[in-house]
């Protein structure tokens, strides 16, 4: 038996609480702890401003939670780390302009420690005042995850989420990972650069929201995840949006291994769908170099909005495996995005009418709309660019050879 690899969260960081012990000692929170100790995890509920993408906008204002002596607020949170058997509380403080709670998701929890506004908890925690829930044993290890239950339909969709993993103390090496990472997936939508984060959104706003992996596309990620040849590699989603999405692994088999903490007959997949609550440990064996995404099979969650990347790479929930010794990843600087407003697909104009002399009728053209008139179905943050008429301009290249076409802003 070996000890557990510790989980890492692309883009989040990694929080262990601090360990309050009934005697002097200070335990390294690192690692399992002694008996009479318990991980208390303190979290701030705060609104900030994240970067999400890279383009057509960056940043938003989201909600968001920061660990006690953690730097900085993330969405998703961080990532709390506990062990098997192990007393755990939560604390958290709010610093919202309305009240909430935390709800811990998955792990048997006490009813009174289960954070439900109106239901569990009679009265949210209410702006600047903080709460103590009830310290509790999980009644399993597993990856899962904490959240607002106060009007959940805003505050989650907003980011109030993170991940908690509860590990076991030791495994056997066989099952060891040699990389596990945490996904966590939300759909931020929101209007204009910096802008607060709007759960329903309005218009194509709602309908082309921006689909990330810990809180980024995958353009903004910071870059790929780095393997080897022979890694045991396990990946845990948490699904924190309110859509099912489709995870799909280039060049492997993904294997689901357990699902809400449970074990489960390992299935072999392309593809895993994973509803909105639900948690899934996927792992595969690096047995075929290169660079493969791992990514959300909706076609349009893999667009930041309605863009693809650069040289038309997806992006939004996307992330990249590295192994390596594989060519780097081209770089992302190099080309223009694929951005607003679209190459046309509408077919050549009809020909010219011409006469039949047989039915003695003229075939007349269709009544096909100019360019200037054709919606290009662009988003809405490309009309808000186009005030300023942002020139766009992309370079194709195609089996027919290369082409180019560029347009200025977009039709209103
Ligand atoms: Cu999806």
């Known amino acids: 038996m070996v000890a557990p690899t510790i989980p890492t969260t692309p883009s989040v960081p990694t929080y262990f609480g601090q360990l309050m012990c009934t005697n002097a000692q200070q335990p390294d929170p690192q690692q399992p702890a002694p008996d009479g100790c318990t991980r208390v995890c303190t979290l701030t509920a705060v609104q900030f401003v994240q970067q999400i993408a890279n383009f057509p906008m960056k940043t938003a204002t989201v909600w968001g939670y920061q660990g006690e002596g953690l730097p900085t607020p993330s969405t998703p949170g961080p990532t709390l780390i506990s062990y ?14 309305e009240p909430s709670t935390i709800h811990v998701h998955g792990l048997h929890q ?13 009265i949210p925690i209410a702006v600047d005042q903080t709460f103590s829930y009830p310290a509790f044993v999980p009644g399993h290890v597993g990856t899962f995850s904490y959240h607002s239950h106060f009007d959940g339909a805003v505050q989650e969709q907003r980011g109030l989420d993170g991940m908690w993993d509860v590990l076991p103390r030791q495994e056997h090496q066989s099952v060891k990972a040699d990389v596990d990472v945490n996904m966590t997936l939300q759909i931020f939508g929101w209007e204009k650069e910096g802008s607060l984060v709007q759960p329903f959104g309005t218009g194509v706003a709602k309908q082309f929201p921006f689909d990330t ?21 396990r990946i845990r989603i948490n699904n924190a949006s309110q859509q099912t999405h489709a995870m799909h692994l280039h060049g ?35 047995n075929n170099p290169g660079n493969w995404i791992f990514h959300c099979h909706f076609p349009h969650h893999t667009a930041n909005g309605m863009s693809s990347g650069y040289n038309g790479a997806p992006v939004g929930m996307t992330r990249i495996f590295h192994y390596q010794g594989a060519p780097d990843v081209p770089p992302h600087t190099s080309a223009t995005p694929i951005t607003c407003p679209r190459p046309s697909t509408e077919p050549p104009p009809v020909p010219a009418p011409q006469h039949d002399r047989l039915s003695e ?32 301009s992309v370079d194709v290249v195609d089996e027919l050879g290369p082409a180019s076409w560029s347009a200025v802003g977009a039709r209103r």
């Open 252 to 286: 492997h088999d993904e294997v689901v291994v357990s699902k809400n903490g449970h074990a489960v007959p390992q299935v072999r997949e392309t593809t895993q769908t994973v509803n909105p609550g639900d948690f899934y440990e996927l792992e595969f064996t690096a």
């Open 361 to 392: 009728k003229s075939q007349e053209p269709a009544d096909e709309p100019s360019d200037g008139d054709r919606d290009l179905g662009c988003p809405w943050w490309c009309r808000d660019q186009d005030e300023g008429h942002v020139a766009v």
């Open 213 to 233: 992996i810990n809180g980024k596309t995958g353009d903004a990620s910071g870059g790929p995840i780095t393997i080897k040849q022979g890694d045991r590699v």
């Open 110 to 122: 006490p009813n009174d420690a289960d954070g439900v506004a109106g239901i569990s908890q009679p």
């Open 84 to 97: 098997g058997g192990e007393r755990v509380q939560i604390r958290e403080t709010n610093k919202l302009p």
